[in-house]
């Protein structure tokens, strides 16, 4: 068919995870089309969405090795050297500090919307990679050695491999049967910058109420990301107040610890369901970012799995290349497979376990979270092993 266009990849979706796929891709020597449904406008100037992305050095380098990393501003990127966790009113506390590792801070924050800027400067630059915005993906079948792609407005696709990275709700991934394990946590987060009188003394702050979860991210200058977990109705009614009543209920719930706060951005409101994909790939196809694991925000794994993920499949992709076999053969495609679910598997099920004990209304779960963050933060082979999964630095390299 003349209107087909070959390539050797074809991924669906341009959020950070499809871009920076494509950019690992086209880095192992494939020629890869992206296919978004969002205009190139909103894919070149992305707006701010509130989150603020906390990156591990691992996923720093993974950057960096995909020319991502030097397009983003240095006024973007925040260290977090302290990490302090905290439950109701109780003085007990959960400490983490960078001194206690290797590395200049615990991780960096980056607001999601330069990492997109970043990741589609990146991808657009790169002669391997053509990216066609602005098309809604319609059918895709799958032949004996191929994929082919089609989108509503009338264009094709075809390659010898499909990834979908088309979020954590992936139309893609339902179309090609895969089902996913679906936590709906019953509850919104709602995010904005803030600006405040005190320092934050780039620490990060995390304090479980019974109803409701505050989290400070520290940016540059005297300003945070504020991070509040309510229900979907509290998070509107936080979201529509005035912004003067709003900035002094979140200094209240705050017990003014960062002092006298103002809102300084939007609010943006997120509901909270994790996705766990019960297989990562099938015949000719393969799953990165969201759609392969949507997390809980709350341990801030996200996009540092997505990232993880395109790493993996790409490396797997340039073996069996490498091999002179087909890239879109099982072998290459199974490697990905259980080397993403080892890593992915445990990190969600630890993050779903923490948000349950520690959103449990029970008085019985209060004494135990209680109980918990006291032990945890005496008991140092368990900070050992939190820092490393905060941090990722044991795994530079790997
Ligand atoms: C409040 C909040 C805070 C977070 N904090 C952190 C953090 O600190 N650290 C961290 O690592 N992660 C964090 N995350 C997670 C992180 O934001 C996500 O993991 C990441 O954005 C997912 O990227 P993605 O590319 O996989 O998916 P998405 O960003 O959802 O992109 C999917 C893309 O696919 C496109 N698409 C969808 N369907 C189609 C279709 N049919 N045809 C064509 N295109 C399609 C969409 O338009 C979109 O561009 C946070 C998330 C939230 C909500």
């Known amino acids: 068919m003349s209107d087909v266009e070959d390539f050797d990849v074809v991924v669906i979706g341009a959020g950070p995870a499809g871009l920076c796929s494509a950019k690992g891709l086209a880095k192992s020597g494939f020629r890869v089309a992206v296919v978004e449904r969002q205009p190139q406008t909103a894919l070149a100037e992305p707006a701010f969405d509130g989150r603020e992305i906390a990156l591990t050095h691992r996923s720093l380098q993974i950057l960096r090795g995909l020319g991502v990393w030097p397009r983003i501003a240095a006024g973007d990127i925040s260290p977090i050297k302290r990490a302090d966790v905290s439950t109701g009113t109780s003085p007990k506390r959960l400490r983490f500090d960078h001194r206690d590792t290797p590395c200049a801070a615990l991780g960096y ?3 999601n919307h330069a990492i997109r800027r970043a990741a589609y400067e990146a991808a657009v630059e790169d002669p391997a990679i053509s990216l066609f915005a602005g098309q809604d993906v319609a059918s895709v079948r799958t032949d004996h050695d191929s994929v082919t792609v089609r989108s509503g407005g009338g264009r094709a ?3 010898p491999l499909l990834v979908a990275a088309d979020s954590r709700f992936s139309d893609t991934r339902r179309g090609v049967g895969i089902a996913a394990d679906m936590v709906d946590f019953g509850k919104c987060m709602l995010v904005c910058r803030m600006q405040h009188d005190h320092a934050h003394d780039e620490t990060a702050r995390e304090c479980f109420f019974e ?3 505050v989290a400070s ?8 990301s504020l991070v509040v977990t309510v229900t979907a109705a509290e998070a ?11 900035s002094a209920d979140i200094e209240a719930k705050f017990q003014a610890r960062l002092g006298s706060m103002r809102l300084s951005s939007t609010r943006h409101v997120y509901p909270l369901v994790a996705t766990f994909a019960r297989r990562f790939v099938g015949p000719r196809f393969a799953l990165v970012g969201d759609a392969a694991v949507g997390m809980h925000p709350v341990t801030a794994h996200g996009f540092n799995l997505g990232l993880r993920s395109q790493d993996t499949l790409a490396e797997s992709l340039r073996r069996a290349a490498a091999r002179g076999g087909d890239i879109g053969a099982a072998d290459g495609l199974l490697r990905y497979e259980s080397r993403h679910r080892r890593h992915a598997r445990p990190l969600y099920l630890a993050t779903n376990a923490i948000v349950r004990l ?11 979270r209680r109980a918990a963050l006291e032990v945890a933060d005496r008991f140092a082979p368990f900070k050992h092993v939190a820092l490393a999964a905060l941090t990722e630095a044991n795994r530079l390299g790997n």
């Not at 979201?239 to 709003?246: C, G, L, N, S, V």
């Open 109 to 111: 924050l980056v607001p």
């Open 157 to 159: 696709w075809r390659a």
């Open 211 to 213: 109803h409701c979860t």
């Open 217 to 224: 991210l520290p940016l540059n200058g005297n300003e945070s």
């Open 236 to 246: 509107r009614r936080l979201q529509e107040m005035e912004a003067a009543d709003f």
């Open 358 to 368: 520690y959103t449990d209304p029970r008085p019985l779960a209060a004494l135990v």
